[in-house]
């Protein structure tokens, strides 16, 4: 593995993690904290939702953990069979 680094004060070249921080930042903005203890918790429940719950587009809609992991095929095959059982109960 070997390590990149972007331009300096260039947002484009980081796009993905720029992005990732866009959307912490407008989560974190529709609350108000008055301890630091109250942002920290705010923060750790973004992370959690976002690496391990949220449905990800690029992913096939799939959260990261499950594709991380290594359960993307089995979901994928699961949907597929509930798609095919669906339609045709619909016939």
């Known amino acids: 593995m070997k390590q990149v680094h972007g331009r300096p004060m260039h947002p484009q070249t980081q796009g993905k993690i720029e992005r990732y921080h866009r959307t912490m930042k407008n989560v974190v903005k529709l609350n108000h904290f008055y301890h630091p203890e109250e942002l920290v918790e705010a923060l750790e429940k973004f992370v959690e939702n976002y690496n391990n719950k949220r449905y990800h587009e690029s992913l096939k809609n799939l959260p990261p953990a499950d594709v991380y992991f290594g359960r993307s095929e ?6 597929r069979q509930l798609y095919f059982k669906q339609k045709l109960i619909n016939l």
Not at 74 to 79: A, G
Request: hydrophobic content about 35%.
């Open 74 to 79: 089995q979901i994928l095959e699961k949907r």
